[in-house]
T-cell receptor, first 115, second 112 residues
Protein backbone atom coordinates (compact mmCIF):
# COMPACT_ATOMS: atom_id res chain seq x y z
CA UNK A 1 0.00 0.00 0.00
CA UNK A 2 1.93 3.02 -1.29
CA UNK A 3 -0.36 5.63 0.31
CA UNK A 4 0.57 9.11 -0.82
CA UNK A 5 3.67 9.80 -2.87
CA UNK A 6 5.33 12.92 -4.21
CA UNK A 7 7.80 13.43 -7.02
CA UNK A 8 10.39 14.61 -7.42
CA UNK A 9 11.70 14.58 -3.84
CA UNK A 10 14.28 17.25 -4.69
CA UNK A 11 14.28 19.84 -7.45
CA UNK A 12 16.57 22.70 -8.34
CA UNK A 13 15.37 25.15 -10.96
CA UNK A 14 16.00 28.68 -12.16
CA UNK A 15 13.94 31.80 -11.85
CA UNK A 16 11.30 32.04 -14.56
CA UNK A 17 11.10 28.33 -15.35
CA UNK A 18 7.91 26.32 -15.08
CA UNK A 19 7.97 23.50 -12.56
CA UNK A 20 5.39 20.81 -11.82
CA UNK A 21 5.31 18.88 -8.58
CA UNK A 22 3.42 15.61 -8.65
CA UNK A 23 1.23 14.06 -5.96
CA UNK A 24 -0.39 10.64 -6.17
CA UNK A 25 -2.54 8.83 -3.61
CA UNK A 26 -3.73 5.24 -3.76
CA UNK A 27 -6.64 5.51 -1.30
CA UNK A 28 -9.17 7.31 -3.56
CA UNK A 29 -9.46 10.03 -0.92
CA UNK A 30 -11.82 12.82 -1.93
CA UNK A 31 -9.89 15.78 -0.56
CA UNK A 32 -6.33 16.66 -1.45
CA UNK A 33 -4.19 19.59 -0.38
CA UNK A 34 -0.95 21.35 -1.21
CA UNK A 35 1.04 23.09 1.53
CA UNK A 36 4.36 24.84 1.64
CA UNK A 37 6.55 24.74 4.72
CA UNK A 38 8.97 27.52 5.52
CA UNK A 39 10.91 28.16 8.69
CA UNK A 40 8.82 30.14 11.14
CA UNK A 41 5.59 29.74 9.17
CA UNK A 42 4.59 26.16 9.77
CA UNK A 43 2.47 24.76 6.96
CA UNK A 44 0.57 27.19 4.74
CA UNK A 45 -2.20 26.02 2.44
CA UNK A 46 -1.68 26.79 -1.25
CA UNK A 47 -4.63 25.02 -2.91
CA UNK A 48 -7.00 22.23 -2.11
CA UNK A 49 -9.42 20.03 -4.00
CA UNK A 50 -12.67 18.46 -2.85
CA UNK A 51 -12.94 16.07 -5.79
CA UNK A 52 -11.86 15.66 -9.40
CA UNK A 53 -12.29 18.92 -11.30
CA UNK A 54 -13.05 20.88 -8.09
CA UNK A 55 -10.26 23.06 -6.74
CA UNK A 56 -10.10 26.11 -4.49
CA UNK A 57 -7.52 28.61 -3.31
CA UNK A 58 -5.90 28.42 0.08
CA UNK A 59 -3.92 30.98 2.03
CA UNK A 60 -1.02 31.54 -0.42
CA UNK A 61 -2.16 30.65 -3.99
CA UNK A 62 -0.39 33.37 -6.00
CA UNK A 63 2.08 32.01 -8.55
CA UNK A 64 0.69 28.46 -8.40
CA UNK A 65 -1.74 26.51 -10.55
CA UNK A 66 -3.38 23.16 -9.78
CA UNK A 67 -5.49 20.67 -11.65
CA UNK A 68 -7.26 17.48 -10.72
CA UNK A 69 -8.47 15.50 -13.70
CA UNK A 70 -8.25 12.21 -11.79
CA UNK A 71 -9.08 11.57 -8.13
CA UNK A 72 -5.67 10.07 -7.40
CA UNK A 73 -3.50 12.84 -8.84
CA UNK A 74 -3.13 16.47 -7.79
CA UNK A 75 -0.22 18.20 -9.57
CA UNK A 76 1.01 21.64 -8.50
CA UNK A 77 2.58 23.90 -11.14
CA UNK A 78 4.72 26.95 -10.59
CA UNK A 79 4.15 28.81 -13.83
CA UNK A 80 7.21 31.07 -13.55
CA UNK A 81 9.28 30.14 -10.53
CA UNK A 82 10.58 32.86 -8.22
CA UNK A 83 13.17 32.68 -5.42
CA UNK A 84 10.43 33.26 -2.86
CA UNK A 85 8.94 29.91 -3.90
CA UNK A 86 11.98 28.07 -2.57
CA UNK A 87 10.39 25.86 0.04
CA UNK A 88 9.40 22.34 1.02
CA UNK A 89 6.08 21.37 -0.52
CA UNK A 90 3.75 18.81 1.04
CA UNK A 91 0.77 17.12 -0.48
CA UNK A 92 -1.90 15.70 1.81
CA UNK A 93 -5.23 13.91 1.57
CA UNK A 94 -8.19 13.18 3.82
CA UNK A 95 -9.52 9.70 4.33
CA UNK A 96 -13.28 9.67 3.99
CA UNK A 97 -15.68 12.49 4.78
CA UNK A 98 -15.07 12.73 8.51
CA UNK A 99 -16.55 15.79 10.22
CA UNK A 100 -14.29 17.39 12.77
CA UNK A 101 -11.69 14.66 12.80
CA UNK A 102 -10.08 15.59 9.50
CA UNK A 103 -7.01 13.36 9.81
CA UNK A 104 -4.71 14.41 7.04
CA UNK A 105 -2.20 12.01 5.57
CA UNK A 106 0.90 13.69 4.23
CA UNK A 107 3.33 12.78 1.52
CA UNK A 108 7.10 12.86 2.15
CA UNK A 109 7.54 16.32 0.65
CA UNK A 110 9.39 17.91 -2.26
CA UNK A 111 12.29 20.22 -1.50
CA UNK A 112 12.33 22.90 -4.21
CA UNK A 113 15.17 25.38 -4.67
CA UNK A 114 14.77 28.27 -7.10
CA UNK A 115 18.08 29.88 -8.06
CA UNK B 1 0.09 37.19 11.59
CA UNK B 2 -0.18 33.50 12.49
CA UNK B 3 -3.71 32.42 13.40
CA UNK B 4 -2.28 29.74 15.67
CA UNK B 5 0.70 30.78 17.78
CA UNK B 6 2.92 28.05 19.18
CA UNK B 7 5.40 28.48 21.98
CA UNK B 8 8.17 27.94 22.48
CA UNK B 9 9.54 27.83 18.95
CA UNK B 10 12.60 25.84 20.01
CA UNK B 11 13.19 23.64 23.03
CA UNK B 12 16.31 21.69 23.94
CA UNK B 13 16.11 19.52 27.04
CA UNK B 14 17.79 16.53 28.65
CA UNK B 15 16.32 13.07 28.55
CA UNK B 16 14.00 12.51 31.50
CA UNK B 17 12.81 16.11 31.78
CA UNK B 18 9.21 17.22 31.39
CA UNK B 19 8.02 19.86 28.96
CA UNK B 20 4.91 21.66 27.77
CA UNK B 21 4.21 23.13 24.36
CA UNK B 22 1.44 25.67 23.90
CA UNK B 23 -0.83 26.47 20.98
CA UNK B 24 -2.88 29.65 21.27
CA UNK B 25 -5.38 31.53 19.15
CA UNK B 26 -8.02 34.22 19.37
CA UNK B 27 -10.25 32.08 17.17
CA UNK B 28 -12.52 29.22 18.15
CA UNK B 29 -11.86 25.85 16.58
CA UNK B 30 -14.26 22.95 16.17
CA UNK B 31 -11.31 20.60 16.60
CA UNK B 32 -7.61 20.79 17.13
CA UNK B 33 -4.93 18.31 16.15
CA UNK B 34 -1.32 17.74 17.07
CA UNK B 35 1.11 16.39 14.50
CA UNK B 36 4.72 15.34 14.81
CA UNK B 37 7.16 15.69 11.96
CA UNK B 38 10.57 14.06 11.62
CA UNK B 39 13.28 15.44 9.30
CA UNK B 40 12.66 14.59 5.65
CA UNK B 41 9.14 13.34 6.28
CA UNK B 42 5.60 14.66 6.32
CA UNK B 43 3.70 15.34 9.55
CA UNK B 44 1.97 12.43 11.24
CA UNK B 45 -1.15 12.82 13.35
CA UNK B 46 -0.77 12.25 17.11
CA UNK B 47 -4.20 13.20 18.42
CA UNK B 48 -7.42 15.08 17.75
CA UNK B 49 -9.29 16.94 20.49
CA UNK B 50 -12.84 18.09 19.93
CA UNK B 51 -14.55 19.03 23.18
CA UNK B 52 -13.65 22.09 25.27
CA UNK B 53 -11.67 20.96 28.33
CA UNK B 54 -10.92 17.57 26.80
CA UNK B 55 -7.78 15.78 27.94
CA UNK B 56 -6.26 12.91 25.97
CA UNK B 57 -3.27 10.79 26.87
CA UNK B 58 -0.99 8.94 24.52
CA UNK B 59 1.56 7.10 26.67
CA UNK B 60 3.80 9.89 28.03
CA UNK B 61 2.05 12.62 26.03
CA UNK B 62 -0.92 14.51 27.45
CA UNK B 63 -3.00 16.77 25.25
CA UNK B 64 -5.49 19.31 26.49
CA UNK B 65 -8.03 21.44 24.63
CA UNK B 66 -8.93 24.73 26.28
CA UNK B 67 -12.42 25.22 27.70
CA UNK B 68 -13.17 27.89 25.09
CA UNK B 69 -11.64 25.78 22.29
CA UNK B 70 -9.15 28.53 21.45
CA UNK B 71 -5.99 26.94 22.79
CA UNK B 72 -4.32 23.63 23.45
CA UNK B 73 -1.27 22.23 25.17
CA UNK B 74 0.96 19.21 24.78
CA UNK B 75 2.78 17.95 27.85
CA UNK B 76 5.51 15.32 27.60
CA UNK B 77 6.55 13.49 30.75
CA UNK B 78 10.07 12.07 31.05
CA UNK B 79 11.11 12.98 27.54
CA UNK B 80 13.09 10.47 25.51
CA UNK B 81 15.46 11.03 22.58
CA UNK B 82 12.81 9.47 20.34
CA UNK B 83 10.53 12.43 21.11
CA UNK B 84 12.82 14.70 19.12
CA UNK B 85 11.02 16.34 16.23
CA UNK B 86 8.82 19.22 15.11
CA UNK B 87 5.45 19.41 16.82
CA UNK B 88 2.65 21.17 14.97
CA UNK B 89 -0.80 22.09 16.16
CA UNK B 90 -3.56 22.46 13.57
CA UNK B 91 -7.08 23.73 14.01
CA UNK B 92 -10.22 23.31 12.01
CA UNK B 93 -12.41 26.39 12.05
CA UNK B 94 -16.16 25.99 12.02
CA UNK B 95 -16.45 27.08 8.38
CA UNK B 96 -17.14 23.71 6.82
CA UNK B 97 -13.83 23.72 4.93
CA UNK B 98 -11.74 20.57 5.25
CA UNK B 99 -8.54 22.59 5.33
CA UNK B 100 -6.63 22.95 8.57
CA UNK B 101 -4.80 26.00 9.87
CA UNK B 102 -1.36 25.09 11.16
CA UNK B 103 0.72 26.70 13.85
CA UNK B 104 4.35 27.61 13.19
CA UNK B 105 5.63 24.60 15.08
CA UNK B 106 7.82 23.78 18.08
CA UNK B 107 11.13 22.14 17.38
CA UNK B 108 12.06 19.79 20.24
CA UNK B 109 15.54 18.38 20.76
CA UNK B 110 15.94 15.81 23.52
CA UNK B 111 19.57 15.27 24.45
CA UNK B 112 20.75 11.89 25.82
Amino acid sequence: DAGITQSPRYKITETGRQVTLMCHQTWSHSYMFWYRQDLGHGLRLIYYSAAADITDKGEVPDGYVVSRSKTENFPLTLESATRSQTSVYFCASIKGLAGVYNEQFFGPGTRLTVL
Amino acid sequence: TQLLEQSPQFLSIQEGENLTVYCNSSSVFSSLQWYRQEPGEGPVLLVTVVTGGEVKKLKRLTFQFGDARKDSSLHITAAQTGDTGLYLCAGKQATGRRALTFGSGTRLQVQP
